[in-house]
């Protein structure tokens, strides 16, 4: 969702390519690491580790700084 949500952005505002693959990376993580079942086996603690973690941290926040940087640089228009 976060990827489709920067693509909606729309012609005014131009995502990078690399910005929208790291949102692709976080939306595969949202189902598997909310709900238990979702994995055929074991519980998401046990599939997903600090590697993942960082990862997510990491783009999670370029894509909040992207976001960030178009709401201010919007704001400052008339």
């Known amino acids: 969702m976060v990827a489709r949500l920067l693509a909606e952005l729309g012609p005014t505002v131009l995502v990078p390519e690399e910005l929208l693959d790291k949102a692709r990376v976080l939306d595969t993580y949202y189902v598997p690491t909310r709900y238990p079942n979702a994995h055929t086996e074991g ?32 704001q400052d228009r008339p």
């Open 43 to 74: 519980a998401p603690f046990e599939r997903y580790g600090g590697l993942q973690s960082r990862e997510a941290v990491q783009y999670a926040s370029e894509v909040l700084s992207f976001v960030r940087t178009e709401v201010a640089q919007r």
